[in-house]
């Protein structure tokens, strides 16, 4: 597979009066096209902050970010916006959906390849929420209306998906039918994905591991097989947790 994302010595530092805390530093990292990559790390890790630069929510504060050949790090805000909303999916642990339109009517805002009646319910019954279609988020869980959410990034069938904690509100249940269905995605329109989560079971469903730890990567494993996400052990961190952070 070909590089999609590189990136190269990348820094983010943040500052308090004359102290500099370096979110993140010297990141060197390539995504490849059609891969599932997992970014895994305690709370402060930095994270969460590699996710928000690499897709350009956040800016750098030195190096390079290259999408598909092109330096999307140099783009102005008003390009970086056309660009994620060309190009680019979202899952964050806020659900931000429209408060006066149903389940059905939030995932085809989410839209923008002008998908049939028929492909939007398809994907709302993936994510389990075909009974609750013309539901408003009010009438829905906590749980229920993240899978919304999950749903109508993959209605808009991005070239590369970004997905912070996209699980973190759900039960095992719910957030292994959530799993299974990005890999779906992945495996069927080889839409990339970027996975950012503390739980170590999910990393097992990636093609990579990116493992970090004070702003830097302090390792990269390359799972020879993906779990299926039915097979994870939902419940047992403690024990992935230590093959995974204790190699």
Partial sequence: MENLIEIKN???TYKMGKVEN??????????????IVVILGPSGSGKTTLLNVISGLDKISKGKIIYDGKNISKYKDYKMTRFR????????QTY????HLNVYENVLVGSNL??????????????????????????LSGGEQQRVSIARALAKMPKVMFCDEPTGALDEKTGKIVLKSL?????????TMVIVTHNPGIALIGDRVIKMN????TEIIDNEKRTNPKD?????????LQSLFHR
């Avoid at 049939?116 to 279609?133: M, P, R």
């Avoid at 890999?183 to 839409?191: G, H, I, R, S, Y």
């Avoid at 004070?214 to 990567?217: D, F, L, N």
Wanted: charged share 25%; glycine share 8%; proline share 1%.
């Fill in 10 to 12: 990348v820094y983010k």
């Fill in 183 to 191: 890999v779906d995605v992945n495996e069927k329109m080889q839409t």
């Fill in 96 to 99: 931000n959906l429209l408060e």
């Fill in 85 to 92: 909303k060309k190009n680019l999916g979202f899952i964050f």
């Fill in 232 to 240: 994870i052990p939902w419940g047992q961190f403690f024990f992935i």
């Fill in 114 to 139: 002008g998908k049939t009646k028929t492909d939007i319910n398809e994907i709302i019954e993936t994510v389990g929420l075909k009974k609750h279609c013309k539901k408003y988020m009010y009438q």
């Fill in 22 to 35: 370096h979110a993140l530093n010297n990141i060197n990292l390539n995504i490849k096209n059609g891969e």
């Fill in 214 to 217: 004070s702003g830097k990567i």
